[in-house]
């Protein structure tokens, strides 16, 4: 059965940091191009980072670069978003999503949430 579960949302203050974790099973995780996308309500989901299968260059949203990194351990079939400095603006659900071939995989979210 493929999974890829979020854990490491929570509530911060404006500034603060949080680190989300995406722990993959059930499908060939190094092969897989990852990536992070947010869904704020009212809003479409958007992606915010990605990362090749081969751990190229990250592609990172104007709005979070520079503030947010992306990586992967495939020893370990984890995916990581280091955000830093975070603003109002990134309050939403996190989503990490695998995707290769046919293959398109999404975990089902954790919540981020950026408060005075």
């Known amino acids: 059965e493929v999974q890829l579960v979020e854990s490491g949302g929570g509530l911060v203050q404006p500034g603060g940091s949080l680190r989300l974790s995406c722990a993959a099973s059930?499908?060939?995780?190094?092969?897989?191009?990852m990536s992070w996308h947010r869904q704020a309500p009212g809003k479409e989901r958007e992606l915010v980072a990605s990362i090749t299968n081969d751990g190229g260059t990250p592609n990172y949203a104007d709005s979070v670069n520079g503030r947010f990194t992306i990586s992967r351990d495939d020893a370990k079939k984890m995916l990581y978003l280091q955000m830093n400095n975070l603003n109002l603006n990134d309050t939403a659900m996190y989503y990490c999503r695998g995707r290769w071939g046919f293959g398109d995989y999404w975990g089902q979210g954790t919540q981020v949430t950026v408060s005075p």
């Open positions: 059930g499908f060939p995780f190094s092969a897989y191009y």
